[in-house]
Nanobody, 123 residues
Framework: QVQLVESGGGLVQPGGSLRLSCAASGSAFTILNMGWYRQAPGKQREKVATITNDGNTNYADSVKGRFTISRDNAKNTVYLQMSSLTPEDTAAYLC?????????????????WGQGTQVTVSS
């Protein structure tokens, strides 16, 4: 099993910045992809940014040039640096990971989600 714990959300004014962190913990696992998703009230969950274990990144068009995803493989932690925030960025931000975990005498692929951290952009 893998547990994901997010931190760094909060209230910020339009144009401001925030940095989200997500740390993965557990036993007998290897993190593959990590990413951030967000869900605003009444809207579908959407992908914000993802990063592979060798550093390849992918961003939603709405955040390109404003958000930067990074990871520290030694700490099994992924970060999301957000800048030039707008009220449209207000949402619960959820950390996601795909990992291989021990299963009997082998391994299996599994996906995990964090509980989410709220980001509110308002003046």
């Amino acid at each position: 099993q893998v547990q994901l714990v997010e931190s760094g959300g909060g209230l910020v004014q339009p144009g401001g910045s925030l940095r989200l962190s997500c740390a993965a913990s557990g036993s007998a696992f290897t993190i593959l992809n990590m990413g951030w998703y967000r869900q605003a009230p009444g809207k579908q969950r959407e992908k914000v940014a993802t990063i592979t274990n060798d550093g390849n990144t992918n961003y939603a068009d709405s955040v390109k040039g404003r958000f930067t995803i990074s990871r520290d493989n030694a700490k099994n932690t992924v970060y999301l640096q957000m800048s030039s925030l707008t009220p449209e960025d207000t949402a619960a931000y959820l950390c996601n990971t795909v990992a291989t975990v021990a299963a009997g005498t082998g391994v299996r692929l599994a996906e995990y989600w964090g509980q989410g951290t709220q980001v509110t952009v308002s003046s």
